[in-house]
């Protein structure tokens, strides 16, 4: 999971939001009436992922959660590609998977899309655990991985019962913590970054670390720098949802998935909450998630989605 960085330092009521750039949305009231964002059926998600172990390249885990996405995403109606590459890390060839699914289904994908995304990888090594003796065991990732992915997993079981007034793509990002140092994590994104065509996409959001229990999310610098007006629009929906967990202001600079995207011309934001004391620590378990966190930031995704136009 990410970095600080100190150089970077139901009827849907959606604020209309004004976008100077082209290509980025406004968002209208809808009269569609919404399917209800299910935060136990997410949180089962993030059990389903924990139980499977360590969710890093090499280990049974990590094919076994790849199934478990393309299972439920084919079962929800999108279309799945898997997107292995090789890279050279720690002097070792390793292959990672990024996960791409499409709704609707078409071939080629639709366009302009939005993407929704978030990392599925684990970390191999608790370095951030107070005791020393834990530093060299894989965390759970229960929040910092899992969470982020549940809510992608319920979002998709949404699209078939109403379906979005845009094309969707959801990425799994593979590599985001396989560290221990900055160049070595966000390997997924960076890939991705570099094969995509930024013209086909409308703007991205990134989750990561949504799930707990104390969620607390404020605007991430990045976000605000690269698309204030989407961060805007997001924290109006989240406001006028009544959700007290999004604050307007800006609280963190953050090394994350979103960077690479950024800077290949898709306008992204990170939805994050970093005030996480379990942050790569072997206490990242299924007990620090909330049922409620992963409702809430679902539910805003889900009215901004339906919101557009």
Same mark, same amino acid.
């Given at each position: ?10 009827? /849907? *009521?959606?604020?209309?939001a ?6 980025? @949305?406004?968002?209208? *009231? ?5 399917? /209800?964002?299910?935060g136990?059926?997410a ?15 090499g280990? =049974? ?7 478990y996405y393309?299972d ?11 997107? =292995?590459?090789t ?9 990672f998977?990024?996960? /791409?699914?499409?709704?609707?289904k078409?071939? =080629?994908?639709?366009? =302009? ?5 978030a ?18 065991? @894989? ?10 992915v ?13 379906? @979005? *007034?845009i ?12 560290g ?7 390997l ?25 229990a ?27 949802l ?5 604050h ?11 960077? *690479? ?16 004391p ?14 409620t ?8 995704v ?8």
């Amino acid at each position: 999971m990410p970095n600080t960085s100190a150089l970077y330092r139901n009827l /849907v *009521p959606v604020t209309t939001a004004l976008f100077a750039l082209t290509g980025c @949305p406004r968002s209208t *009231p809808s009269s569609v009436k919404l399917p /209800v964002f299910d935060g136990q059926q997410a949180l089962r998600h993030v059990a389903a992922q924990v139980e499977l172990g360590p969710r890093f390249t090499g280990r =049974p885990g990590h094919a076994a959660a790849l199934d478990y996405y393309e299972d439920h995403l084919l079962g929800c109606g999108l279309s799945v590609e898997r997107r =292995p590459f090789t890279l050279e890390v720690h002097n070792e060839d390793l292959t990672f998977t990024n996960l /791409v699914a499409f709704w609707p289904k078409a071939e =080629p994908p639709r366009a =302009p899309r939005v993407l929704l995304a978030a990392h599925f990888d684990s970390r191999p090594w608790a370095d951030q655990d107070p005791d020393p003796a834990h530093r060299n065991q @894989p965390i759970d990732g229960a929040n910092d991985g899992a969470s982020g992915v549940a809510v992608l997993l319920e979002l998709a079981r949404t699209f078939a019962a109403a379906p @979005p *007034p845009i094309p969707i793509e959801l990425v799994f990002f593979d590599g985001e913590d396989h560290g221990p140092s900055a160049k070595d994590m966000f390997l997924g994104s960076n890939v991705y970054a570099g094969q995509l065509q930024a013209s086909d996409y409308r703007f991205g959001i990134l989750l990561d670390m949504i799930g707990d229990a104390d969620l607390q999310i404020y605007q991430e610098r990045w976000s605000v720098h690269y698309a204030p007006e989407l961060v805007e629009l997001v924290w109006n929906t989240a406001r006028e949802l009544g959700f007290t967990t999004f604050h307007a202001t800006v609280r963190h600079s953050i090394m994350d998935d979103h960077l *690479p995207l950024n800077r290949a011309g898709v306008k992204c934001i990170d939805l994050i909450d970093f005030d996480y004391p379990a942050w790569h620590t072997l206490e990242d378990t299924l007990d620090k998630v909330s049922a409620t966190s992963l409702e809430q930031v679902g539910t805003v995704v889900l009215h901004v989605l339906h919101g557009l136009r």
